[in-house]
């Protein structure tokens, strides 16, 4: 941030003071304003904004020195410099420590001035400099993974919203062949902006940018509308829903709404995408001590021994039997694990292979009264 | 139908989406404009003064839709288009949802009438602009 021309301030009792050194730095191609004591110079400085203030110590009324205070409220990166009449160290030291870059010891030549104010502005500038690029650097790290993700789903949006001015037929007949192929594409095209959603999801999480809204939350209540949403999906698949918590008391837990049901949302569809044919998915929700505990028990394919390790690794999956195509994005459990650690909680596995796979979600019961928001990080 | 309709205008950035938009609206009989920027859209919406906007959140910069939104409805010099509908057609609310904060309105910022998402099903995007156009 480079200032043309910047303002400078001189506040100095004596008018011959002023004249020179305005004579001086109007010739260097500043622009000048003086002020005749240390409140016209602060009003001065509060509605002009100077890049420096040249202020003399001694002063009647309002001294240097408290020029020097209040300049920081200002502008906290001005270019301050003190005009000295009696150049001892100990005054030079004092305002040096309330902020003044600088010193001018009087008599002072034109080229003193120059320098020593040349000199501070340049500090100033890479001091501004500084700042302004911390400043990018940190606007960039925050929208970094959102900028990426654009850049990747854009071209993916585009070939989509060109299938769906296809299939309504907008740019002329297309038979039911053709159709089919564009809806197998439209499909893989789905999957690969579930994949890169989930992975955003991931990085974000891990990043500790996790920024849900924290707020007193009923487990039963989501638990209830989810298995509502998933019924249907199940019913498709020839799974029943057991939902056992229908009737338990009510237990709070502090969390993200949709965080929260994001990780029971996975983990439901898994238990009913791996499951058997006429499968159960059972669903239970219970206290114990300080914890609620949701569990979430399948009748499916099972887990390896060996894998077991690894189910809530990145792309780590297993795949059913029959799948040519993996459904999920293979980061589900990933998510569903960084979340349940976002909420302080826990989230263990346990299954047999053949048999069925069983899924316990811990989390800390909310403080009775303990209502509180705010924002957690993973 | 004839080509009596109301004028459109698409802001976006990517020109293919752009094209399809065209197709759907064009097929509606729909009079369509497109902008692929902010800059460029604020000159089209001076210059042909649309009946309803189609903005794009994400173009040069995050909050490219929600500051031009803003403009049109709060700037002397949009007054024109004061009260003209737009609406969001962006996949931005699936990757940056309400979960991360993704709020114009957190922002100071004028939202928009509707929200559509990416990719967009066409009789959705007729019958919300039916719906706008009507009141």
Known sequence: ?378 | MTTNRAKILVVDDDPDFLDAMRAILTAASYGVVTASNVSEGKQTILSERPDLILLDIMMDSLFDGYSLCHAIRTSKEFECVHDTPVIFVSAVRQIAGSRFGFKGEDQGLTGPEDYIDKPVKPADLLARIERFLKK
């Open chain 1, 1 to 378: 941030m480079t200032e043309t021309n910047p303002l400078v301030l001189i506040i100095d009792d004596e008018e011959a003071m002023r004249d020179s050194c305005s004579q001086i730095l109007l010739k260097d191609r500043y622009r000048v304003e003086t002020a005749k004591d240390g409140a016209t110079g602060i009003r001065l400085a509060r509605d002009l904004h100077p890049a420096a203030v040249i202020v003399d110590l001694k002063m009647p009324g309002m001294s240097g020195f408290e020029v020097l205070e209040s300049l920081p409220g200002i502008d906290p990166h001005i270019a301050a410099i003190v005009i000295t009449g009696y150049a001892t160290v100990d005054s030079a030291v004092e305002a040096m420590k309330k902020g003044a870059h600088d010193f001018l010891p009087k008599p002072f030549t034109p080229e003193a001035l120059r320098v020593i104010l040349a000199r501070s502005l340049e500090r100033r500038r890479l001091v501004l400099e500084a700042e302004a690029l911390r400043k990018e650097k940190q606007l960039l790290e925050e929208n970094f993974i959102t900028m990426v993700s654009h850049q990747l789903r854009s071209p993916l949006v585009a070939i989509q919203q060109s299938f769906e001015v296809i299939l309504a037929g907008l740019v002329g007949a297309t038979d039911d062949r053709l159709k089919g192929m564009i809806h197998k594409a439209n499909e893989r095209l789905g999957a690969l902006v579930r994949l890169i959603n989930d992975w955003l999801d991931l990085a974000r999480i891990e990043q500790g940018r996790f920024v849900g809204t924290f707020q007193l939350l009923d487990v039963r209540k989501i638990l209830d509308r989810l298995v509502d949403l998933l019924t249907p999906s199940a019913r498709e698949s020839d799974i029943s829903l057991e939902w056992a918590g229908s009737s338990v008391p009510t237990f709070e837990v502090l969390a993200d709404e949709q965080g929260l049901e994001q990780v029971f949302a996975n983990l439901i569809n898994n238990a009913i995408r791996y499951n058997k044919p006429q499968g159960r998915v059972r669903i239970d929700l219970r206290d114990e001590a300080n914890s609620v505990i949701v569990e979430i028990q399948d009748t499916g394919i099972g887990i390896a021994q060996e894998h077991l390790p690894f189910i809530f690794d990145q792309f780590f999956r297993v795949g059913r039997p029959g799948d040519k195509i993996p459904k999920g994005s293979g980061l589900g459990l990933s998510i569903a694990k960084k979340l349940v650690e976002a909420h302080h909680g826990r989230i263990e596995v346990r299954s047999e292979l053949g048999v069925g796979t069983s899924f316990t979600v811990r989390l800390p019961k909310a403080a009775v009264g303990g209502a509180a928001t705010g924002g957690a990080s993973a």
